[in-house]
């Protein structure tokens, strides 16, 4: 195994940032080859210790011999979102400086060819991150993006060229859901990562063998040492059913029983009112069409100072928020529906 590290020039003299890439060396040119990243959004840590939790893993098959596929790991992706805190809270979902999300406006290429990313030397620093982390994750066949929600289950977001082939990834990582996609105009990393496939020969593509998707594992609290390590196992089960790892040892994972979702059946739920918000429901819990799901406090000790929120089909709860202050207009939870959405902002990657 390898380290390096990879330098970003900052936005003003005398400012640059800094994070470690991890490679190991594949014994075999033909065996498929994986990119892992965690903590784009920097504060979302449940990927980081996962990988943490994997890395002694593949060093030791590299040391037996075992590793078919090279590797690249980088465990915090986001120098730049690791460092801003504002008045003592941390902010790692958006720039501060540009106020552009850090998994939002990854170039979205024609075809995976890095001489076609553009030119980032006149742009901000998070666009030369975005644009770093794009080089070193292309040509992958395996590209996983690890995130995590504010509180929900453990679930993927996976682009519909790609399933079912990678139902054995889902169930490798024992994932709850998996939510299918189709579009991404705003240029996720996942969405860059994937595009550049759609419109190149079957040959090329191999959407047999390809592989990317945001991780979302559980909530933004879930950095814990026994879910670090199950993940850690997850990523590495996968890594061997896609035979980027050898071990014989390891016992095949089955098929994959969770949830299966296109993103149109997801509902959001935005807030009517601004309040405490009271939960009914959490997530994993299966509820009837009309179920309550939460109360907001808004005139507390006042007639009517409650409004009750109501389930506007049958589902699942797949996430719901880890603060109980609420704005008018948020979205307190999300439900996986049965069947479509009314709701039209349903049907867009939201990570
Ligand atoms: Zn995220």
Not at 330 to 350: F, I, N, P, Y
């Amino acid at each position: 195994m390898q380290k390096s590290i990879e330098r970003i020039v900052g936005d003003s003299e005398g400012v640059s940032y800094e994070f470690p890439v991890f490679r190991f060396e594949g014994t075999d040119k033909a065996a498929s080859s994986a990119y892992l990243q965690a903590a784009l959004h920097a504060g979302e840590l449940p990927g980081v210790v996962a990988i943490d939790a994997l890395m002694p893993m593949l060093e030791k098959a590299e040391a037996e011999g075992r590793t078919k596929g090279s590797i690249t790991i980088v465990p915090q992706a986001n120098p730049i979102g690791r460092a801003q805190y504002h008045f003592g809270e941390h902010q790692g979902r958006f720039h501060l400086g540009t106020r552009t999300n850090f998994n939002r406006g990854f170039p979205l290429l024609a075809a995976p060819d890095v001489k076609l990313l553009p030119d980032t030397t006149l742009g901000t620093a998070d666009q030369r991150l975005k644009s770093r982390l794009l080089q070193l994750s292309i040509g992958h066949d395996i590209v996983l993006d690890l995130h995590c929600d504010d509180e929900g289950l453990a679930y993927l977001y996976v682009h519909t060229s790609l399933w079912p082939a990678m139902a054995d990834c889902a169930a490798a990582m024992g994932v709850d859901a998996v939510i299918l996609w189709n579009e991404d105009t705003d240029g996720t990393f996942e969405g860059a990562s994937i595009t550049p496939y759609l419109k190149v020969p079957a040959e090329v593509a191999r959407f047999d063998r390809r592989v990317a998707t945001t991780v979302e594992y559980r909530g933004i609290l879930d950095v814990d040492g026994a879910l670090a390590g199950a993940d850690a196992e997850g990523l590495y089960r996968l890594l061997v059913a896609r035979g980027v790892v050898l071990d014989q040892a390891l016992s095949t994972s089955g098929s994959f029983t969770g949830i299966v979702a296109p993103l149109e059946n997801i509902d959001m739920m935005p807030a009517p009112r601004a309040g405490a918000v009271l939960y009914d429901v959490k997530p994993g819990d299966r509820v009837a069409k009309g179920a309550l799901l939460a109360t907001i406090v808004h005139a507390p000790g006042e007639a009517g100072g409650r409004t009750q929120l109501f389930a506007p089909q049958a589902g699942i709860i797949l996430t719901r928020r880890s603060r109980r202050i609420i704005r008018a207009g948020e979205d307190l939870l999300k439900l996986v529906g049965d069947s479509k959405s009314a709701d039209a902002r349903s049907g867009t990657l939201e990570d």
